[in-house]
């Protein structure tokens, strides 16, 4: 099959791109004269060359719709693009500052997720024996949980809902805590398809504790009825 082609012209140069069914790719770019250039004439900006030539390396259909697109101009007739000049470059500055604000805020919540985490555990860790320090941590979990919301991590938000879950235990609520445990206990179950059995194992844990907080609950009544 024989090969076909298409010129890119710059502000002071010329290039060929030949393309090679066989290949199926550029096969060989060289650069030409100006005044060899003849053809259809069609604008293209820098940046949509970038995405094009990017697409071409990428995509297999995308390669064949160029090639017959050529071919069906057949080989004497060439397919021009003028490149208008560069106005800002090549780089995507607004999408740079956008995805800069993202990861930094990421960074931040993950960062102050890790503080409250500790702060919460210590609070929790007092909570079996001070109501106060439960009720604490309690409101510890309800401000990582925002915070998780804000993310839009389902595996954080999960986490959170199970660390506000031991505060109601820890408080007596058993019933609401057995019901949150049990819905996280549900999406724990998917996630842990996927690999990541933190949630699974945290919902196991609390399960257990909320089985303890149950027979603390049944010796404290055969005492009242004692």
Not at 7 to 17: G, T
Not at 113 to 142: N, Q, V, Y
Not at 183 to 204: N, P, S, V
Not at 205 to 212: M, V
Request: charged content about 25%; glycine content about 4%.
């Amino acid at each position: 099959m024989k090969t076909v082609s298409f010129n890119v012209k710059l502000p002071d140069q010329c290039y060929k791109f030949s393309i090679s069914k066989h290949h199926n790719k550029c096969t060989n770019i060289e650069p030409i004269e100006i005044k060899d250039v003849t053809g259809i004439t069609k604008s293209i900006t820098p940046n949509q060359l970038v995405y094009v030539m990017k697409e071409f390396n990428l995509l297999n259909r995308f390669r064949r719709r160029i090639f017959n697109l050529l071919k069906e101009l057949s080989s004497t007739t060439v397919l021009f693009y003028v490149i208008e000049p560069i106005n800002g470059g090549l780089i995507d500055y607004a999408w740079c500052r956008r995805a800069f604000r993202i990861t930094w805020e990421k960074v931040e919540i993950e960062n102050l997720m890790s503080w409250l985490s500790t702060l919460g555990g210590a609070f929790s860790a007092l909570g079996d024996s001070f109501e106060k320090c439960a009720e604490k941590a309690g409101r510890i979990s309800e401000y990582q949980l925002k915070l998780a919301s804000k993310s839009g991590d389902p595996s954080i938000i999960a986490r959170c809902k199970l660390y506000y879950s031991i505060s109601l235990i820890q408080k007596g609520r058993l019933k609401a805590a057995k019901k949150l445990v049990l819905e996280q206990y549900e999406f724990a179950k998917e996630e842990r398809l996927t690999g990541d059995e933190r949630t699974y194992k945290m919902c196991h844990g609390i399960w257990l504790k909320l089985q303890y907080a149950h027979s603390l609950k049944r010796l404290q009544r055969q005492k009242i009825s004692q």
